[in-house]
């Protein structure tokens, strides 16, 4: 048998002079966490040992508790480890004791897919919920539902009012999932009930994420065992990712980077000729836009930008390789043939003014290509 392939420490997935701005499908691991993971992984002990080993790993993942709680602004008692943001979501969607489910309809596959007989709440053109709706659909509803909605949306970065929908919530005694994996380390999160964070967006290792409970009493859990993470989510602990995790936000803490984006975000939209920019009417998370090239497909561009040396993405989910189409511009009214257009370009916090001019360039370059050939 041979060995399983190991790869390069030196080496980068993105390719020689490519220029990665997918930065919302993952962001590069912080050389921090990559630090803190390995030193944890020698920290080997199962931290629910009673002797000395396992008091030190429980020292260490209790202090990662901390500080993710510190940097996500909720108590430690709150933070329940999970693996990733998927999964954080499934847990508040199928772990609390909830009448009913009310979903935005724009939110993801791990909300869609994981809540039951859910009712839609509508988005507006620019892609934000519509409170009113909301209101009606809660006054409707049986008391204790759970309303999910996004922090900011993944394709889009669109900011929802979440501070409106909690107040409308709370009115109606209903509970709140805000799903935060694109804006955890990026932006103050909101007091909601439960709260869905994952690590790997921030800096952090993949498959690592937690979910901030701030309603025990309407909250069993799902997995069962051990009796860990105070027997929401039971199963040893991933200790090096949770250091990981922890080492990422510490690593991130200062947030100046975001506003550089937003300059940077901003600056590329207005060099483009002829680009429809979907939700630009809105409050949207610094680092992220949503692009329409009227007359090429978004396959067709994702091919063109990554031979021409940039990692983009469509906004669409497309796991399976090819690209779906969204549900996300559907809901906004966007008629399908022009949701088929659209890429998703995404900042973090390497990404320069240089980086971002060649994407424009590249971007002008391709639509005037395409539209001489029509
Ligand atoms: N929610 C949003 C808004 C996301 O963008 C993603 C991932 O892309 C998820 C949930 C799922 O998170 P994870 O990949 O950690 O399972």
């Not at 429980?58 to 709680?69: D, F, I, K, M, Q």
């Not at 996500?72 to 979501?89: I, K, N, Q």
């Not at 901030?212 to 069993?220: G, S």
């Not at 240089?354 to 590249?362: L, T, W």
Request: net charge neutral; hydrophobic share 45%; charged share 20%.
């Amino acid at each position: 048998m041979g060995r399983t392939p190991r790869c390069n420490r030196n080496e980068s997935p993105v390719p020689a002079r490519s220029i990665y701005l997918d930065w919302n499908a993952t962001a590069p691991v912080e050389p921090a966490a990559v630090e803190a993971m390995v030193e944890a992984a020698h920290l080997w002990a199962n931290p629910s040992s009673i002797h000395a080993a396992g008091r030190k790993a429980r020292g260490l993942l209790e202090s990662a508790r901390e500080a993710v709680a510190r940097h996500l602004g909720c108590a430690p008692t709150a933070v329940v480890f999970t693996g990733g943001g998927t999964e954080a979501l499934g847990l508040a969607l199928r772990g609390a004791t909830a009448s009913a489910h009310l979903i935005s309809a724009i939110e993801h596959d791990a909300v869609r897919l994981q809540a039951r007989d859910s009712r839609l709440i509508p988005v507006d053109a620019e892609g934000v919920i519509d409170l009113g709706a909301l209101e009606r659909l809660l006054a409707d509803a049986p008391a204790g539902a759970l309303v999910a909605v996004m922090h900011a949306n993944n394709e889009t970065g669109v900011i929802q009012p979440v501070d409106d929908i909690l107040r409308l919530a709370r009115a109606a005694a209903a509970r709140v999932l805000v799903d935060c994996v694109q804006t955890a380390g990026k932006l103050p999160l909101p007091a909601a009930d439960f709260v869905a964070v994952s690590a790997h967006k921030l800096g952090g290792p993949p498959g690592i994420g937690a979910l901030i409970v701030r309603c025990a009493d309407d909250f069993a859990g799902v997995q069962k065992g051990g009796g860990q993470e105070r027997g929401y989510r039971a199963g040893t602990e991933n200790l090096p990712a949770i250091a990981g995790f922890a080492a990422a936000l510490d690593a991130r803490a200062d947030r100046g980077w975001i506003e550089r984006a937003g300059q940077l975000r901003d600056r590329l939209e207005a060099r483009l000729g002829g680009a429809e920019i979907f939700g630009a009417g809105a409050a949207r998370l610094p680092t992220t836009s949503c692009i329409r090239m009227p007359g090429v497909t978004a396959s067709t561009q994702l091919i063109s930008f990554d031979l021409a040396g940039y990692q983009v993405s469509s906004g669409a989910a497309c796991s399976s390789g090819k690209v779906a189409a969204s549900h996300v511009l559907g809901a906004m009214g966007v008629a399908p043939e022009a949701a088929s257009e659209a890429i998703r370009v995404s900042l973090g916090w390497t990404t320069t003014e240089a980086e971002v001019d060649g994407f424009a360039d590249a971007w002008n370059a391709l639509a005037m290509r395409k539209a001489r050939a029509a």
